[in-house]
Structures are given as C-alpha cells and as structure tokens.
Nanobody, 111 residues
C-alpha cells in the first residue's frame, strides 16, 4: 500500500477558497487517473473531481466552475483548488489513486 497524505483542509467562510494537496512520495500521478472524493455528514462518499492520465478532467456537477483538479509530477502532488465554497461543500476529502486512499482532510464551510 502506497501512502497518500492529504493536507489543506480547514474552516472557511462561505465564498472562501482552499487548496487541498495529496502527496504520494512513490507515485507518478500521470500514470493513471486520480480522483478527489468527499463524504459529507450523513451521506455516501462521492467523486468530486478526476484527472485522467492524459490530462482530461471531469467534475461532479455541483463543483463545476468552482473546483479545479491538477497535478505536479515533479512534486508527486495532486491538488484540488476550491473556490467560492458553500456549506454544501463541507465534508471529508480524500484522494484516490490506483488502489490507494489517503487518510483524508476535513473541510468545513460556515455560512
């Protein structure tokens, strides 16, 4: 199992921004698709954003135009830039690559 370590979560007011990072010290994120998931309180975990090996990006409808997924192969990091956050974005965010999950980082958006 390859460790993935997320960071960047926190408490932010509605309309604010956060950038999540997922570092995989043994991973080349460009080899396969990588996905950010989130799990809101009382809800199932859902995929939020995916970046394919070729660079194509896909987003769940609720975050389109606000979130941007990216990667940096040199630093072995997957990012999720989140802008114009709303309370509905509150949840635990985790990165997923191949068969591995990170431990998650909590995002809380206050109204």
């Amino acid at each position: 199992q390859v460790p993935l370590v997320e960071s960047g979560g926190g408490l932010v007011q509605a309309g604010g921004s956060l950038r999540l990072s997922c570092v995989g010290s043994e991973i080349n994120f460009s080899l396969k698709s990588a996905t950010w998931y989130r799990q809101a309180p009382g809800k199932q975990r859902e995929p939020v954003a995916t970046i394919a090996s070729g660079g194509a990006k896909d987003y769940t409808d609720s975050v389109k135009g606000r979130f941007t997924i990216s990667r940096n192969s040199a630093s072995r990091t997957l990012y999720l830039q989140m802008n114009n956050l709303t309370p509905e974005d509150t949840g635990g965010y985790s990165c997923f690559f191949d068969t591995d999950w990170g431990q998650g980082t909590q995002v809380t958006v206050s109204s």
